[in-house]
């Protein structure tokens, strides 16, 4: 287990400042109280990524983190992209942290994800949004009967944890596949990911923090498999 006990849990300022910076979020107070995001936000999360980034990365081969600040690492950044969004609120007020495989992207690839905010977060696994090539190799695979029987064995337990898988986001299987194929919800995918929502933030305070956010990656991590599995055009 090693260096992941030495986490001994994130500081309550840490959610103290998620919640104040939600009645604040503008750039005056941020700036008037940037010290304390770094000492009790970054700080702690940069110890929390490096702890439960080496846990997951002896658990699957390939699997990277990142600790440096400023949005370029698994922490990422704070500041909203306001430009498309009618929110102009220029903060986010959840902490948001990724690990990923090393073939693939950062933030638009198959991996794990995880967003706490000062009373609740939640946990993720797979990927969001395929690319287009990507999202050409999916159907493929969903369409193989090995391959898609297999998808399907691995939402049945993965379900039966109490976990939520989605990605599903067209309306009508796309062209070239039988309207009437036996995984015609499989193919409506745009991405494909578990999920856990709703977990009280509470958690990333005590000494499990770790433990209980890698527990449930692991039970999730079968999805994030077959997606590198695909990806890497093995199986």
């Excluded at 090693?2 to 919640?19: D, I, K, N, T, V």
């Excluded at 941020?30 to 990524?49: L, W």
């Excluded at 395929?130 to 998808?151: E, H, M, P, Q, V």
């Excluded at 109490?162 to 990605?167: K, W």
Aim: with cysteine; aromatic share 12%; hydrophobic share 30%.
């Amino acid at each position: 287990m090693g260096q992941e006990e030495q986490f001994s849990g994130f500081p309550e300022e840490c959610l103290e400042f998620l919640a104040n910076l939600e009645l604040n979020n503008n750039r005056k107070w941020f700036k008037d109280h940037r010290e304390e995001y770094d000492q009790f936000v970054v700080s702690p999360a940069q110890e929390f990524i490096a702890s439960l980034g080496e846990l997951l990365a002896s658990e699957i081969d390939g699997i990277v983190y990142d600790t440096s600040p400023g949005g370029r690492g698994s922490l990422m950044r704070i500041y909203r992209d306001v430009r498309f969004s009618r929110d102009k609120t220029p903060y986010h007020t959840s902490m948001r942290m990724v690990f990923w495989h090393e073939d693939g992207h950062r933030t638009n690839g198959a991996g794990f994800y995880m967003g706490f905010g000062p009373r609740t977060g939640g946990f993720y696994a797979g990927q969001y949004g395929f690319d287009r090539s990507t999202l050409s190799a999916y159907r493929k695979d969903i369409d193989r009967d090995s391959r898609g029987k297999n998808l399907e064995s691995i939402i049945d337990q993965v379900e039966e944890k109490g976990y939520q898988v989605g990605g599903e986001t067209y309306k009508r299987v796309p062209r070239g596949f039988d309207p009437d194929h036996p995984r015609a919800r499989l193919l409506r995918h745009s991405g494909l990911y578990a999920k856990l929502e709703g977990v009280d933030s509470g958690m990333l305070l005590g000494p499990d923090a770790v433990n209980i956010s890698c527990k449930h990656f692991m039970e999730m991590s079968p999805v994030v498999l077959w997606l590198l599995d695909m990806i890497g055009g093995s199986g």
